[in-house]
T-cell receptor, first 117, second 111 residues
Framework: GAVVSQHPSWVICKSGTSVKIECRSL??????MFWYRQFPKQSLMLMAT?????????EQGVEKDKFLINHASLTLSTLTVTSAHPEDSSFYIC?????????????FGPGTRLTVL | AQSVTQLGSHVSVSEGALVLLRCNYS??????LFWYVQYPNQGLQLLLK??????LVKGINGFEAEFKKSETSFHLTKPSAHMSDAAEYFC?????????FGKGTTLSVSS
C-alpha cells in the first residue's frame, strides 16, 4: 500500500515551453501533497504544500507564477513549470500524506527529471 | 525553526563494517524525526522514524537510530554494511505537516 506515482518519469522540453508533471496517490486519499526540487548531489528543497481543494502554500523564494500547483482531487496533484528555462532543469519529487497518516509520514513518488534545452 | 544538520557529506565503509551516519536537529517543539534512503534517480524510501516513546528505533534493512534529546541527535547505524546499502541518506524533521531535509550523506561501501 501507500504508493505514489509520477508521470512522466523524465521529460525534455525546449526553453519557453510549459511542462506539466502529475503526482498520483494510487491506493489512498492524499489530503496533502508536497512538491520538492532536488539538484544533483543535493538535498530536497520543499517548494510548496498543497491541500486538496485549496490554493498551494509556497515556500519563500519559490515563484508562484512559475510553478503552478493544482490539487484538484484527493488522488492527483499537478505541477506545471511555465515558460521553462534551462535553470529549471532539475529532479522534481512529490510526496503525499493522507488524513490517516501518523506523525507527518509522507510517501514519495519516484521523481521526474526535467531537462530544459 | 526546525532544521537538520547532517555531518559528513560522504561516508565510506568496507563491507561488513559498522555504518554510522550523523544527524543533529533543531526544533522548537518535540520533533518527529525520519531517515530516508534514495537510490540513483529514484524517490525516497522511509527507513525509520521517531515520533514518541522508545528512543531506539529499528527500521528496515537492519538500520536503527537513537533519539538523544540531550544531544539533539538522531544518528543512523547499521552493524554490518552490505554493498546494497550504497545510496544517499537523508535525515528529516517535521515542520507542521511538512518535512525539512538535511543535505544528505552519500554512503559508499567497498568490498
Amino acid at each position: 500500500g501507500a504508493v505514489v506515482s509520477q508521470h512522466p518519469s523524465w521529460v525534455i522540453c525546449k526553453s519557453g515551453t510549459s511542462v506539466k508533471i502529475e503526482c498520483r496517490s494510487l491506493d489512498f486519499q492524499a489530503t496533502t501533497m508536497f512538491w520538492y526540487r532536488q539538484f544533483p548531489k543535493q538535498s530536497l528543497m520543499l517548494m510548496a504544500t498543497s491541500n486538496e481543494g485549496s490554493k498551494a502554500t509556497y515556500e519563500q523564494g519559490v515563484e508562484k507564477d512559475k510553478f503552478l500547483i493544482n490539487h484538484a482531487s484527493l488522488t492527483l496533484s499537478t505541477l506545471t513549470v511555465t515558460s521553462a528555462h534551462p535553470e529549471d532543469s532539475s529532479f522534481y519529487i512529490c510526496s503525499a500524506r493522507s488524513a490517516l497518516s501518523s506523525y507527518n509520514e509522507q510517501f514519495f513518488g519516484p521523481g521526474t527529471r526535467l531537462t530544459v534545452l | 525553526a526546525q532544521s537538520v544538520t547532517q555531518l559528513g557529506s560522504h561516508v565510506s565503509v568496507s563491507e561488513g563494517a559498522l555504518v554510522l551516519l550523523r544527524c543533529n536537529y533543531s526544533s522548537s517543539v518535540p520533533p518527529y524525526l525520519f531517515w530516508y534512503v534514495q537510490y540513483p534517480n529514484q524517490g525516497l524510501q522511509l527507513l525509520l522514524k521517531y515520533t514518541t516513546g522508545a528512543t531506539l528505533v529499528k527500521g528496515i534493512n537492519g538500520f536503527e537510530a537513537e533519539f538523544k534529546k540531550s544531544e539533539t541527535s538522531f544518528h543512523l547505524t547499521k552493524p554490518s554494511a552490505h554493498m546494497s546499502d550504497a545510496a544517499e541518506y537523508f535525515c528529516a524533521v517535521s515542520r507542521g505537516t511538512a518535512l525539512i531535509f538535511g543535505k544528505g550523506t552519500t554512503l559508499s561501501v567497498s568490498s
